[in-house]
């Protein structure tokens, strides 16, 4: 049974800086397109950033330049490093997996931006 665990969220001050990891277990790791997406009380869950087993990356627009996803293929996991962290940046954080046919979830991890 293939499982995502996110890890690293938490309480940070607006301009600080958070390292989101995911670990998967149970699935060919570098045969999936990794993402990270949030979701923010009364939003819709939105695509942060994406990147595919090669390594190639895409972001959403209001991240770009702060966010940076990377993975490590030999350790089965995801990275989000989110640098110069805003108020707007507050939602519960997941982990996505997908191939074609199989795509898996994790729980969230929490992110909040507060003074």
């Known amino acids: 049974q293939a499982q995502l665990v996110e890890s690293g969220g938490g309480l940070v001050q607006p301009g600080g800086s958070l390292r989101l990891s995911c670990a998967a277990s149970g699935l060919v790791f570098d045969t999936y397109l990794m993402a990270w997406y949030r979701q923010a009380p009364g939003k819709q869950r939105e695509l942060v950033a994406q990147?595919?087993?090669?390594?190639?990356?895409n972001y959403l627009s209001t991240v770009k330049g702060r966010f940076t996803i990377s993975r490590d293929n030999a350790k089965n996991t995801v990275y989000l490093q989110m640098n110069s962290l805003k108020p707007e940046d507050t939602a519960l954080y997941y982990c996505h997996a997908q191939q074609v046919f199989n795509a898996y979830w994790g729980q969230g991890t929490q992110v909040t931006v507060s003074s």
């Open positions: 990147i595919t087993s090669g390594g190639d990356t």
